[in-house]
């Protein structure tokens, strides 16, 4: 519920935001609908509008919460996702949106890179399990990206449009195919510097998983790079709206 607060008092009224529920048990989506109800019924002044949540009875992973939400037709010429737990805060989300409408990019993937004027608080554990999956990611995805797993993301909508026939993906991987499909459709990508807190309540293990999310990576490559290359720049004026 903090979260939704932070995001009702920090964004402005462009932002239009949907919750997108993934197997929740019958409890928890009965008490969600009602905080999200709660929301929508205060005055909003200038902040964002909440629109009706999404749920779904079994859990289809990542992927399937986002692509529930992004498949809902819209005229937003922008998408985006952002992980609920509040780890990227609601100035962090405006900061970052800023940025992408003031260049010529195509997407946006937030970074949790370390570095000058930046926070980035993160266990040990976190840190060497995500440098891990980095290296995975650039040696067998082939993506010369810091950090394809940080849990905020904005594009073109019309980019989204041009690559949606061939997502496939739904679990912790559904990132890497995302920005695979991005480069291989001509789309360009700019990585972004976040604030970002370690929220507790991660399930990935780093000995556990290692093998497996090399082997889901090494797939979603060979089949991303087996499509026909078809170059389509979607912006191409700076700050189009």
Avoid at 52 to 64: A, Q
Avoid at 102 to 111: G, H, V
Avoid at 202 to 228: H, T
Wanted: aromatic content about 8%; proline content about 5%; glycine content about 8%.
């Amino acid at each position: 519920m903090s979260f939704l607060e932070d995001l009702r008092h920090g964004l402005p009224s462009r932002f239009s935001i949907r919750v997108s529920d993934d197997g929740s048990t019958p409890f928890e989506r009965e008490r969600l609908a009602a905080l999200i109800q709660s929301v929508q019924q205060r005055p909003m002044h200038e902040g964002p509008v909440f629109l009706d949540p999404l749920f779904t009875l079994r859990n289809t992973g990542k992927g399937g919460a986002i692509l529930r939400g992004w498949d809902v037709p819209g005229d937003a010429e922008l998408v985006a996702f952002v992980d609920a737990d509040g780890a990227v805060s609601a100035s962090e989300i405006l900061r970052a949106e800023v940025a992408f409408r003031n260049t010529i990019q195509d997407a946006l993937f937030a970074s949790r890179v370390k570095m000058l004027g930046r926070t980035v608080e993160r266990t040990l554990k976190r840190h060497l399990t995500g440098r891990v999956f980095a290296t995975l990611v650039s040696n067998v995805g082939r993506i010369p990206a810091y950090d394809t797993q940080c849990g905020l993301k904005i594009l073109l909508r019309s980019a989204f449009e041009k690559i949606r026939p061939h997502q496939q993906t739904l679990g912790f991987a559904f990132d890497v195919e995302l920005c695979l499909l991005l480069r291989k459709c001509g789309f360009s990508i700019i990585e972004f510097p976040v604030d970002w807190r370690d929220i507790p309540g991660s399930k990935v293990s780093l000995l556990r998983d290692s093998w497996r999310m090399a082997w889901e990576i090494f797939r979603i490559q060979r089949r991303v790079e087996a499509l026909p290359a078809s170059p389509l720049r979607a912006r191409e004026n700076p700050g189009s709206q």
